[in-house]
């Protein structure tokens, strides 16, 4: 009963470098997304994922990019980290246009 | 004009008392409405959801929806010291692809 799982939950990167936040869940749930919170701005959408193959951008996608690779994961890519990506990353998930997210435990990321 | 707005707080109230959260949003095709808590540190979690115009209620919480003056609030009963955290609102739109709008959040501080 693991739910969302995110990995890794701290980094610390240097300008430039790339990574890739993980995420996955259990829960059989079709549509998967990336927030990003930061102080006094709340939950940002940065890419969703609606069902398996597909993949939209959402409010602030730039620098980013995604890739479902199946049902279960959608990994978040950080190409040539910046200090304004310098935040806290979730991943949450939803059964079929049912309820509320499911969000994991989150990812602190310093870029330095 | 942000999408979703809240009182950022903190509000303080005593034990035992109501608490009452706020939250505008300024999307009349709005569907649904959420709201989620949030700890120190630790991811949002689901409270409560309300579609339909008025109450719904769940145990010491109370959502209230009112699409005209587009306006959705939650009260909280009995408070308790363990109620202190952020609280967000979340609304999704007209919209399959279920992506929620969240505010900044409103953080609550419940006084013993």
């Known amino acids: 009963n693991a739910g969302v799982t995110q990995t890794p939950k701290f980094q610390v990167l240097k300008t430039g470098q790339s990574m890739t936040l993980q995420c996955a869940q259990d829960m059989n749930h079709n549509s998967m997304y990336w927030y990003r919170q930061d102080p006094g701005m709340g939950l940002r959408l940065i890419y969703y994922s609606a069902s398996e193959g597909t993949t939209d951008k959402g409010e602030v996608p730039n620098g980013y990019n995604v890739s479902r690779l199946n049902k279960r994961e959608f990994s978040l890519r950080l190409e040539s980290a910046a200090p304004s990506q310098t935040s806290v990353y979730f991943c949450?998930?939803?059964?079929?246009?049912?309820?509320?997210?499911?969000f994991g435990s989150g990812t602190r990321l310093t870029v330095v | 004009q942000k999408e979703v707005e809240q009182n950022s707080g903190p509000l303080s109230v005593p034990e035992g008392a109501i608490a009452s959260l706020n939250c505008t949003y300024s999307d009349r095709g709005s569907q649904s409405f959420f709201w989620y808590r949030q700890y120190s540190g630790k991811s949002p979690e689901l409270i409560m959801f309300?579609?339909?115009?008025g109450d719904k209620e769940d145990g010491r919480f109370t959502a209230q929806l009112n699409k005209a003056s587009q306006y959705v609030s939650l009260l909280i009963r009995d408070s308790q010291p363990s109620d202190s955290a952020t609280y967000l609102c979340a609304v999704n739109r007209e919209d399959s692809s279920y992506k929620l709008i969240f505010g900044s959040g409103t953080r609550l501080l419940v006084r013993p």
């Open positions: 309300i579609y339909s115009n």
């Open positions: 949450a998930s939803i059964p079929r246009g049912a309820g509320g997210y499911t």
